[in-house]
């Protein structure tokens, strides 16, 4: 390992107190930090070497990100990301603050992923270098605090987050909030707790709390599908989740709500507490086999993507490797799947002009943009018009927006100003994180667009037919 | 002016945020799309043409050496900026400023990324032509450094058939403007000098290109062949029945795999190679050479011939062809692309050599490039981690180029020399040759201050010994 004297230090060492102009700097330029001596990767969750060095830092990535578009950066693009994981696998430096604020940074949107031309896997990357920061305590604070408060103490537990969400509702909803906010009581709290507040997630009105419930099909009965109810959209989008329901129902499913599953994970994943995810993922595997289903449907983008890796997540445990990838294989997000199906197309005209937003994990991470949108075009009187950047992250991502928060809401406005530019009055997502983010960048434009997510249209077009 | 007072000084230009100089974050300003690694003394991000030209008077001040730095998408090494160099990176001068449908023109900044240019212009019922497979991501600064070329090329001409007129700033920070709207200038044309310069001559801060309406009908045509002879035979055909396409790119079976791999551009995976062939014009007229195509093709042995049904697909099957080189990563991590170019008719005697110096090496060479100019994309792709490996890859791409230049050909069709071919220019050119190209350069940049140790040889292929544990690449070593 080379480390170079850093700013300060070098002055008399190597600079002689400075070089005359005119010659140039023969020792070179003042570094202003250098590679450390800090630890690197190790163990067997640690980034594999073969994934590492299929990236060829062609830069056909670079225009794809997010954060590479907003800051202009190298250090913020996935081919940076991916130089700087290779620099510490080869051991040239140590893990760092500063190489974990480039990799927090990170969206983990994998839209790097869907354009790379050599198949990089970026989404497993980041996640195996997240596992490894964390491993080593060296999460930002920001992150490791809502690591261990949410990630780990509420998620994994239905119970608990049942519990939160009543707390939150209650306070959003009883005038506290109100109350709390008009008074100081939110300045005595530390900066980042009283953004959380600021940024907490409006609970819905109501529940969705079908647990343990089997939907019968309306009509010919086709088949049997589970239903992911997982951990915060019953809570947060309980209408999208009882919309999921109908339009599924409509279309000849019994919809089965299996009552052991929970979280599927994936923050957990993303944040790179690897076990504790593997963990939630067997938890969902045994709960939907014994509910005896024939596919697993999502509303969750988000979810659906994590589902499907549950093969590549648990690939070497011996009880649950073959069980995992059947899983992975019969996950559908639920756009997919109904538009694989003879949908039943609907007679209710809806004249709303439409535009879609495509979640991260459901453009990027499964391939699907065209599902969503057959579904919305099958409803009469629909005016579904594009906007640009259309599938760039609307900087929800998980608990990206409580913990980079600058730019989060950069993305967010950048989103909100290119769904206004179509003159839409509906925005049309399919996963929780992004329709929350949407909602709160529509309230602070002061907009009246509003953000559905697809299944609640096509709820709407058969609610419509009436 | 101390080294720190340097920094403090452009830090004032550019604000603090734009100046970067710590060691891990400059780890990811030490690459390019090929094999070479520098890590530089510092980089600096200005934002428009006052700053470029008060940083460069800052740095000529201070004696330093300059690196321009587009998208880190070249593959000659021309970005590469050693230890001693600042690098000036151009991805926040992105705007384009002006689009003249009139005078079909658009004033971009260097920063600007091809393809978002075509892309904007197509809204004025135009385009611009050069097209590398990197436009999606290389800027036009960076094009008109290596003259950048692309398959589209062949019928409209590379990078320096397509800007006008430049704003340019020259070692000591002076603002200068070459070429302009006019067709026919008067005395020297020195931005014909400029385009290609590989960033010796000076940094380009504002570009006026030409656009070009777009054509009636495109029609896009995959030769399938069972092997690459054929495919070079079809190559031959099309061009000697007087037709000149607007692209005429061969993909080997190799690079079709590696293709396959990630996305199904429509390939056929067992095909020995095949060809894409683009028409362009009015409809009457693409009508009647696609016949002609058609049975060039099918009389040169192709087992089929497709002609794609609609943009998407046309789109699909450029896309497999435009990601071709990365690929290769799915196949090995390193590749070192040869650039040479060989007149058309030599073409398969070419392809010989790149086959019988692929087994004599023992080394992986993937063809995939743009066979209606004759210029070879001969891929190397190796693991530069194994020892001696780099080495063994040199040698064998000095007999090609060799054997280019024996053929009555050149070394770099599009990519430029930069670092990694200077050590074979001698192959085509004389002392005298180079000497006469050293009193232009010195005619912009007296100090050869800009992007020294490139282009020229001088037996060094430099070699970034900074970091033990770095890659060291070296013909000499």
């Known amino acids: 390992m080379v480390s170079a004297p850093d700013r300060h230090s070098d002055a008399g060492e190597h600079m002689g107190g400075g070089i005359d102009a005119g010659h140039g700097f023969p020792y070179g330029l003042p570094f202003e930090g250098s590679l450390n001596d800090g630890p690197g990767f190790a163990g067997s969750d640690a980034p594999a070497e073969a994934d590492l060095y299929r990236c060829v830092h062609c830069g056909l990535c670079l225009s794809a990100c997010p954060t590479y578009v907003e800051t202009r950066l190298e250090t913020e693009s996935p081919r940076g990301r991916i130089a700087l994981m290779k620099a510490v696998h080869e051991g040239r430096t140590g893990i760092s603050d500063r190489l974990v604020s480039h990799w927090e940074l990170c969206l983990q949107c994998r839209a790097c992923e869907a354009v790379c031309p050599s198949g990089v896997p970026y989404g497993r990357l980041m996640e195996h270098t997240r596992a490894q920061v964390q491993d080593n305590g060296l999460q930002s604070p920001e992150l490791g605090r809502l690591s261990r408060l949410f990630l780990r103490t509420a998620l994994p537990h239905n119970g608990r987050l049942r519990l939160a969400g009543h707390l939150m509702r209650f306070y959003q909803r009883s005038g506290l909030q109100q109350l709390v906010r008009k008074s100081r009581l939110l300045s005595l709290l530390p900066g980042d707790l009283a953004a959380m507040e600021a940024q907490m997630p409006v609970m819905g009105r109501q529940f969705f709390g079908a647990r343990g419930q089997v939907f019968p099909a309306q009509g010919e009965r086709r088949m049997t599908v589970g239903l992911l109810s997982g951990c915060v959209m019953p809570l947060m989008q309980g209408d999208a989740m009882r919309a999921a329901v109908r339009v599924l129902q409509r279309n000849g499913c019994d919809v089965a709500v299996p009552p052991t599953q929970g979280c599927c994970g994936a923050l957990n994943l993303h944040a790179g507490d690897l076990e504790l995810g593997r963990r939630m993922a067997r938890r969902n595997i045994d709960a939907f086999k014994q509910a005896g289903v024939d596919v697993v449907v999502t509303a969750s983008a988000g979810c659906g993507s994590s589902m499907k890796e549950y093969g590549d997540l648990l690939h070497d445990d011996p009880h649950y490797a073959d069980a995992a990838h059947e899983f992975a294989r019969n996950t559908r997000d639920i756009t997919e799947f109904l538009a694989a199906l003879p949908l039943d197309t609907p007679r209710g005209q809806l004249p709303w002009r439409v535009t879609m937003q495509d979640p991260c994990h459901l453009a990027h991470a499964q391939r699907i943009t065209e599902a969503p949108r057959q579904v919305l075009r099958s409803i009469p009187g629909l005016d579904l018009v594009e906007m640009a950047e259309s599938s760039l992250c609307c900087g929800s991502a998980g608990f990206y927006s409580l913990i980079q928060r600058d730019m989060s809401q950069r993305l967010q406005r950048r989103k909100i100003d290119n769904a206004a530019a179509t003159g839409a009055e509906v925005i049309a997502s399919a996963n929780p994180g992004c329709i929350g983010q949407l909602e709160q960048g529509l309230r602070d434009a002061g907009s009246d667009a509003r953000v559905m997510h697809v299944v609640e249209i096509l709820d709407a077009a058969y609610q419509a037919e009436r | ?133 990197s436009q999606r991501a290389c800027s036009l600064g960076g094009n008109i450094a290596e003259n950048a070329g692309g398959p589209h090329c062949l019928a409209y001409g590379a990078t320096t058939n397509h800007v006008i007129g430049m704003e340019v700033v020259l070692e000591d920070g002076e603002v200068v403007h070459l070429g302009g709207l006019a067709r026919e200038a008067a005395g020297y044309d020195l931005r014909g000098a400029f385009v290609g310069s590989e960033g010796t001559f000076g940094i380009t801060t504002k570009i006026l290109v030409r656009l070009l309406p777009l054509p009636e009908t495109v029609r896009t045509f995959l030769g399938i062949f069972p092997d690459i002879d054929s495919a070079c035979t079809a190559v031959s055909a099309v061009i000697g029945h007087g037709i000149v396409p607007a692209a005429l790119e061969m993909i080997d079976a190799l690079s079709i795999k590696a293709v396959q791999n990630v996305t199904d551009a429509g390939y056929p995976n067992d095909a020995g190679a095949v060809l894409l062939i683009e028409l362009e014009g009015l409809n009457e007229e693409v009508d009647e050479v696609s016949g002609e195509v058609e049975a060039a093709l099918w009389d040169t042995g192709a087992a089929d011939v497709r002609v794609a049904e609609d943009d998407a697909e046309r789109e699909r099957l450029w896309v497999g062809r435009k990601t071709a080189f990365g690929a290769f990563g799915t196949i090995a991590p390193n590749y070192y692309l040869v650039d040479g170019v060989v007149p058309r008719t030599r073409l398969t005697q070419m392809l010989r050599k790149v086959s019988e110096v692929s087994e004599r090496y023992g080394i992986t060479i993937a063809n995939v490039f743009h066979a209606g100019d004759g210029n070879l994309h001969p891929c190397m792709l190796f693991d530069a981690r194994e020892p001696g490996v780099m080495e063994n890859a040199m040698a064998a791409a000095a007999e090609l180029m060799e054997e280019c230049a024996l053929l009555g050909g050149t070394l770099s069709g599009e990519h430029g020399i930069g670092l990694e071919k200077k050590e074979f220019m001698p192959l085509v050119y004389t002392d005298a040759d180079m000497a006469a190209m050293q009193r232009v350069r010195e005619a912009f940049a007296p100090e050869n201050r800009l992007n020294p140790g490139k282009i020229f040889p001088d037996g060094s292929y430099w070699r970034p010994a900074a970091h033990p544990a770095a890659l060291t690449v070296g013909i000499y070593a």
Do not use: C, K, W
């Open chain 2, 1 to 133: 002016m101390t080294s720190y007072e340097f920094l403090e000084n452009i830090r004032t230009v550019v604000g603090d945020d734009y100046v970067i100089a710590h060691q891990e974050d400059l780890l990811v300003y030490e690459y390019d799309g090929s094999v070479d690694r520098s890590m530089p003394g510092a980089v600096v991000l200005p934002a428009d043409t006052d700053q470029v030209s008060r940083v460069m008077r800052i740095a000529y001040e201070a004696g330093l050496t300059v690196v321009g730095r587009g998208s880190g998408t070249g593959l000659s090494g021309g970005a590469i900026t050693p230890p001693e160099g600042l690098q000036i990176a151009f991805p926040r001068m992105n705007r384009i400023l002006d689009v003249d449908t009139v005078n079909r023109t658009a004033l971009v900044e260097p920063g600007v990324i091809n393809l978002d240019l075509d892309n904007h212009v197509r809204g004025f019922g135009m385009r611009y032509a050069p097209d590398p497979s």
